[in-house]
């Protein structure tokens, strides 16, 4: 009799911590003993639900009535069946880094936040790892790194590490190996009917083919296997230098780099990265540009740096660093601003081919114009190489835009205030304009970036067959439209 109270007290003390509470709420009482020990339920009006609750962009507001913090694949198959029995919407996330206005759709949702789930294992003796739903960029790449490995990751820490491969990923090393969704073996998903399956080339293959590419639309991830792949000394070390120039430097800045972007022989080991943005300490009229130049390697051959050295710049930054630490030089480390929250942010995309000179000039015009309250905004040029990304097949995923070779962008940020949200969207939608305008391209959008309001064609391709392929996915696998909070595929 005594071990069984002491069975009792201690189950129910396990379940009311992890009721952070409300009495009466179904979700307590019908999903809460469906939980394992170690997760948690956090309702409106407390502090752990408004943790949880805090996003990178305030601008995306989804609706909760109650978030599960799971710790299992179990978990989330019983959190989307109860949501599915009561009618509520659902949504996982874990960086929270998401931007685009579907997000804002979910009302009286279930929130699952991912992040109890912080696995990562390396397997197949030492050619894949495992890794859990909540992990994040900044945890996978060190962990790797400090076992004598790598793979792609993407240029922020924060940011989970799953989604951004269910849109493709660009990211660090994919010049070697291509796309994070490239390194993609298989993966454990929970579907929109709660059943928990393996997705790979051989189970599921048709779904393999969607979830990488347009992956948001079809499940819940908790584990995924990957790719990963020995350090080498001669790759370990990786040179960063950044240069500030005045506006009036632009046009020869981004020639330059339209040189290296358009030569036969461009290095796998070369990236750059350019910021155009106010600073008004340096030029209180005019925008100034940063453009950052990575090299795998101890150094930066002169071919690359000269060139833009002879420019003038007024301010130099040199460092060399490895792949664990290379997301510190664009302030996108843990701590780092590019980490912070609290602010409006929402992205506005353009995959091109070169850098349009004339398009630039005009954008950097309009970002001198803004107002105060969106002066914080910038343009994000990123260019990773492009070599492995393209040896792919395009048919071989969903991920529809193999042949692109730049990410450009407005990122709009402004104070966290409803008021504004309009007036931003119709800034972003005219800087989008502006940079695609007179290229000869569609727009083209990468899909981790999307703010929303482009075309499914924009997004999933302009390819009729992809668009047909991925409804008819979506009508096998989610025929409810469940998964329907980001970019979403309709399933007529």
């Not at 849109?167 to 010049?175: I, T």
């Not at 060399?320 to 609290?342: E, K, M, P, Q, R």
């Not at 602010?343 to 005009?362: G, K, Q, Y």
């Not at 290229?439 to 924009?458: H, I, P, R």
């Amino acid at each position: 009799m005594g071990s069984y109270i002491v069975w009792a007290v201690g189950a129910l003390s396990a379940l009311s911590a992890k009721l952070i509470s409300t009495r009466g709420d179904p979700v307590a009482n019908h999903l809460g003993p469906l939980l394992s020990p170690e997760a948690q339920i956090y309702f409106p009006g407390t502090e752990g639900f408004k943790n949880a609750s805090v996003r990178w962009s305030s601008a995306i507001r989804p609706q909760f009535k109650a978030i599960v913090k799971v710790t299992t694949e179990e978990d989330v198959k019983n959190v989307v069946q109860f949501a599915n029995e009561h009618n509520h919407d659902f949504l996982a996330f874990n960086g929270g880094h998401g931007t685009t206005y579907h997000l804002s759709k979910v009302k009286n949702g279930i929130g699952i936040q991912m992040a109890g789930m912080k696995g990562i294992k390396i397997v197949d003796d030492g050619k894949a790892a495992l890794v859990q739903g909540g992990v994040q960029t900044g945890e996978l790449g060190p962990y790797l790194w400090s076992n004598g490995k790598q793979t792609v990751t993407t240029g922020c820490d924060c940011a989970g590490f799953i989604s951004p491969l269910l849109g493709g990923g660009h990211g660090w090393l994919q010049g070697r190996y291509g796309l994070v969704a490239d390194q993609l073996i298989s993966a454990r998903m929970i579907t929109a009917n709660a059943t928990a399956i393996t997705v790979s080339r051989e189970e599921h293959p048709d779904l393999f083919w969607g979830i990488r590419g347009a992956g948001h639309n079809f499940g819940i991830f908790t584990e995924m296997k990957i790719k990963i792949y020995d350090r080498s000394p001669e790759q370990d070390q990786w040179a960063a230098l950044g240069l500030t120039f005045t506006h009036d430097k632009l046009e020869q800045v981004f020639g330059i780099t339209n040189e290296w972007i358009t030569s036969k022989n461009r290095p796998v080991e070369l990236t750059h990265y350019g910021v155009v943005l106010n600073i008004p300490d340096i030029d209180p009229d005019h925008p100034v540009i940063i453009l950052w130049i990575y090299y795998q390697g101890a150094s930066i051959p002169d071919l690359y740096t000269s060139p833009l050295r002879a420019l003038g710049p007024i301010a130099e930054d040199y460092s060399v660093t490895n792949l664990a630490d290379v997301n510190t030089h664009l302030s996108a480390h843990y701590g780092g601003l590019a980490c912070a929250t609290g602010f409006s942010r929402i992205l506005f995309p353009v995959s091109l081919d070169t850098w349009p000179l004339a398009n630039l000039r005009s954008a950097t015009e309009q970002l001198g114009n803004l107002s105060s309250d969106f002066a914080s905004s910038m343009l994000m040029l990123e260019s990773y190489a492009t070599n492995a990304v393209g040896q792919f097949p395009s048919a071989d995923s969903a991920f529809p835009d193999r042949g692109g070779q730049l990410l450009a962008g407005l990122l709009l940020t402004y104070p966290d205030d409803e008021r504004l949200d309009a007036q931003g969207a119709t800034i972003g939608r005219e800087m989008r304009e502006t940079l695609v305008k007179g290229t000869g391209k569609e727009l083209v959008t990468y899909v981790n970036y999307a703010a929303g309001d482009e075309s499914l064609e924009s997004i999933y391709g302009y390819e009729a067959w992809r668009l047909e392929k991925l409804k008819g996915l979506k009508r096998e696998w989610d025929p409810r439209e469940r998964f329907s909070f980001y970019a979403p595929i309709p399933v007529v």
